[in-house]
């Protein structure tokens, strides 16, 4: 069994003790308080109640008492309204008492016969005092009637405060006797509680420091002697047991850790000095890097040199390309301006040899008229020569504008022939000169593809003169690290023979980690060729 369970177990047993105490103590109380809650809430109020009740029988019986020897009528009748509303009184804090605090058979029975008592009662008095008015055809057993009921009515009255009084001694009692058995039993659960959780937790100290004790003599003389020899007891079967064989897991551990470092360093030793002539030879080595590196270098400048001057002329190139692309661009644009000014000077001639065809109209138009008024001149005989000589000169006029009109349509329609056919050439001549821009856009495009991969060529040029750069600077680094590497190496010589003395002072088994000592060497040998 593990220590943590013993402490549970002891735990849980003080646990349940200190539930049980618990639990008997607040039932005691519970039951305290029940006692104290039915005196407060029961017991008291009745008494009151009762109280108040014969207070009011003996006012009542007082009242009687000197309504015989009130004369006048009106007090007489307002005295009996004062007695009757007594009784009312005590109906009402009887009928409150039967209804809230009855505490047992016995006391329903009392509380029932005061109830009968009380109405036999109001029947004597309403038989005797009629409206105020005393009786006195009434015998004398009638008013004995009365008086007998009138004592027992106080009396009984008297008896259930005297019982209500019992009741509440009788609680009373019942407490004290709750108590003192309440605090018997709680001291006598305590005692018992604590010398059971007592005597659980000694005997589990005292096994706890046992087996602590063996573990700390074992810690002790391991660090005192630094014998790793020693093994503490892990025969338990506790969380100390578990120390004790994770302590002899850690001291195994421990003691085979420092056999490898013991070995290892004596390989650290042997590799020390091999890794010194590997530094040498990689030093030879990396000096004859270092001079490939500067021929490299300066044949990369060459090409740097070549590949910039081809730059330089691609750019000229795709310059001038440009330049032609921009004159012949210009050219076309010129051409086709002259078209467009050819096709406004045909659209102009056209309007032109419409109004000559009109003009050549109105001229035909007008010579029919001068006919018609050479007819009517003759008609008209000798009133109409002068007529006949005006339309005569006009149809002179008319014959000339036509054959004017003629020759003009004739120069017009040459005009149009020779500028549809300029129209056309110059068409020509734009469809050329567009191929030729085009020609030189794919050339100029070339040119500057040409440029550039030469751009191109040229930063990858000088990338690789800053790599080569690089190179040579690492090349020059890692000669002055092969020249710290020999003075590390030297200095782990010596660090591994300080390692060796300081795992010496530990007690070792015999032979521990001998097996290891081909491999680490074989690795560190290995290392050092490489």
Known sequence: ?????????????????????????????????????????????????????????????????????????????????????????????????????ISDDRDAQMTNSIIQLLASYRQSIDSLYQGGTIQKSTDAAAENAKKQTEQALIKLLQDQREYNLTLASNQEKANKESYSTALYTLISLIVVSVGVAGSLAWVILLYVRRSLNHLQHTLLTISDNLDLTLRADDSRHDEIGKTAQALNNLTERFATVLADVRMASESVATASNEIAAANIDLSARTEEQASSLAQTAASMHEISSTVESNVDNARQANSLGQQAADAVTHGDD?????????????????????????????????????????????????????????????????????????????????????????????????????????????????????????????????????AINQMEAVTQQNAAMVEQASSAAESLNDQAARLRQLVEIFRLKAGAGHQRLDDASTNTLSLGMK
């Not at 009996?80 to 509303?85: N, Q, W, Y």
């Not at 050549?360 to 109409?384: D, K, M, S």
């Not at 036509?402 to 149009?416: F, H, P, Q, V, W």
Request: glycine share 8%; charged share 20%; aromatic share 4%.
């Open 334 to 466: 010129s051409v086709e301006r002259m078209i467009q000014a050819m096709k406004a000077i045909a659209s102009g001639s056209e309007k032109v040899a419409e109004i000559t065809n009109l003009i050549e109209g109105i001229a035909f138009q007008t010579n029919i008229l001068a006919l018609n008024a050479a007819v009517e001149a003759a008609r008209a005989g000798e009133h109409g020569r002068g007529f006949a000589v005006v339309a005569g000169e006009v149809r002179t006029l008319s014959q000339r504008s036509s054959s004017a009109a003629r020759e003009i349509k004739t120069l017009i329609d040459n005009a149009i022939t020779a500028v549809r056919n300029g129209s056309q050439q110059a068409d020509d001549v734009r469809n050329a000169i567009s191929n030729v821009k085009a020609l030189i856009t794919n050339a100029s495009s070339l040119v500057g593809e040409m440029s550039m991969a030469s751009e191109e060529q040229s930063r990858g040029i000088s990338q690789i003169n800053v």
């Open 1 to 101: 069994m593990t220590i943590f369970q013993k402490l549970a177990i002891a735990i849980a047993i003080f646990v349940l003790a200190l539930g049980g105490v618990g639990g008997y103590g607040i039932k005691a109380l519970g039951d305290s308080k029940d006692r104290v809650e039915y005196v407060t809430g029961n017991t008291l109020p009745s008494l009151t109640l009762l109280s108040n009740s014969n207070i009011n029988m003996r006012e009542v019986r007082a009242s009687l008492s000197m309504l015989s020897e009130i004369e006048d009528q009106a007090q007489r009748v307002s005295q009996l309204k004062t007695i009757l509303g007594q009784l009312a009184n005590v109906d009402k804090f009887m009928a409150d008492y039967k209804q809230n605090y």
